[in-house]
């Protein structure tokens, strides 16, 4: 909840960033000077990135959490209880040792979803951020 919560706000402070960006765009180009006019311009061009990116990262997170609410529901979520650091997270050398474990899952069903996303899981909890979200997308779309 307190996820969504964030995402929320973060939404909210984009659509606050893109009604100032929009107008003074708008206020820069009714200047009329051919510099004023171009920065106008790229304030219209930098919130569609903003907005593209913004829902590119809510559509993965959207797939990627009913993909792991099925697993669940399937009873397929890894069942290892590993160690916490103080803050509360996992501790990433314990993740690290059972990682081989669910990359051989993979090698063995690379056609298989559930295999993908645990993978991700894996990579999430060793710490690797880039890997869980590429593991995350082969998991969706094998899906």
Same mark, same amino acid.
């Given at each position: 909840?307190?996820?969504?919560f964030a995402v929320a706000l973060m939404v ?21 000077? +051919? ?39 399937? !009873?397929?979520? /890894?069942?290892?209880?590993? +160690?916490?650091? /103080?803050? !509360?997270?996992?501790? /990433? ?16 069903? /690379? ?33």
């Open positions: 909840m307190r996820t969504k909210a402070l984009l659509v606050l960033y893109l009604a100032f960006a929009i107008r003074y765009g708008l206020l820069l180009i009714s200047i009329g000077e +051919p510099v004023a006019i171009g920065m106008g311009l790229a304030l219209f061009v930098l919130p569609l990135i903003a907005i593209w990116a913004l829902v590119v990262e809510l559509l993965f997170a959207i797939r990627a959490e009913r993909l792991g609410l099925r697993l669940e529901a399937e !009873g397929g979520l /890894p069942a290892e209880e590993l +160690p916490l650091r /103080p803050s !509360g997270r996992i501790d /990433p050398a314990a993740a690290a040792e059972l990682f081989p474990v669910y990359q051989a899952a993979t090698e063995a069903a /690379p056609e298989d979803w559930r295999t993908w996303f645990r993978l991700g899981l894996a990579y999430d909890a060793a710490g690797d951020r880039r890997r869980a979200r590429w593991a995350t997308r082969q998991a969706i779309k094998l899906s």
